[in-house]
Antibody, heavy 123, light 107 residues
């Protein structure tokens, strides 16, 4: 069974850092595109970052709102996806979801979602 | 950036109703359109990708259609478990963008 389990969410002060983890099971992480998507309290979904698969050299994409502050990475040996978040501000307060893309002759988004981990940025 | 606009923002419907939600892209996105369902306090769930391809395990009462910039999600006969918020997302290009969501409520 494909499963994604996020962890690392916490209360952090503005300007602080946090690293989120996503443990993947039931599939080979390096074969898939992976995304981070967030949802601020009472708001809609916002794409944060993408890391492509090994065949595409793990290249990355970021939303403008996080570019230069957030870094997405994977560790195949630990079967984990990460999101390093620096210079956090109150606008980063959200539930963060780890998402595995699907493949059906071509990649498509949002195939499998984790349960989310909550990040609160507040003094 | 490609803007995704859903309508309506919310709707009230009865069990058994046919419900249609619209998603409009600010430019053509070919077939790179997905739909998700989210219930309160839960992670989103994939319903449809590539405009009309049903995700494995999703009941056939859900269907997607459209082309170019205009797309629809249809629920053929609304059931109690279908009351939720629905989002469209384009994956034609980065940044990936979502619609603002459509909340389907019980009438």
């Amino acid at each position: 069974e494909v499963q994604l389990v996020e962890s690392g969410g916490d209360l952090v002060q503005p300007g602080g850092s946090l690293r989120l983890s996503c443990a993947a099971s039931g599939f080979t992480l390096s074969d898939h595109y992976m995304d981070w998507v967030r949802q601020a309290p009472g708001k809609g979904l916002e794409w944060v970052a993408t890391i492509r698969n090994r065949d595409n050299r793990y290249t990355t994409e970021y939303a403008a709102s996080v570019r230069g502050r957030f870094t997405v990475s994977t560790d195949d040996s630990k079967k984990s996806l990460y999101l390093q978040m620096n210079s956090l501000n109150t606008d980063d307060t959200a539930v963060y979801f780890c998402v595995r893309a699907g493949f059906d002759n071509a990649w498509y988004v949002g195939g499998v979602w984790g349960q989310g981990t909550t990040v609160t940025v507040s003094s | 950036d490609i803007q995704m606009t859903q309508s309506p923002y919310s709707l009230s419907a009865s069990v058994g109703d046919r419900v249609t939600i619209t998603c409009r892209a600010s430019q053509g996105i070919n077939s790179y359109l997905a739909w998700f369902q989210q219930k309160p306090g839960k992670a989103p769930k994939s319903l449809i990708y590539k405009i009309s391809s049903l995700q494995s395990g999703v009941p056939s009462k859900f269907s997607g259609s459209g082309s170019g910039t205009d797309f629809t999600l249809t629920i053929s006969s609304l059931q109690p478990e279908d009351f939720a918020t629905y989002y469209c997302q384009q994956y034609q290009g980065y940044p990936l963008t979502f619609g603002q969501g459509t909340k389907v409520e019980i009438k």
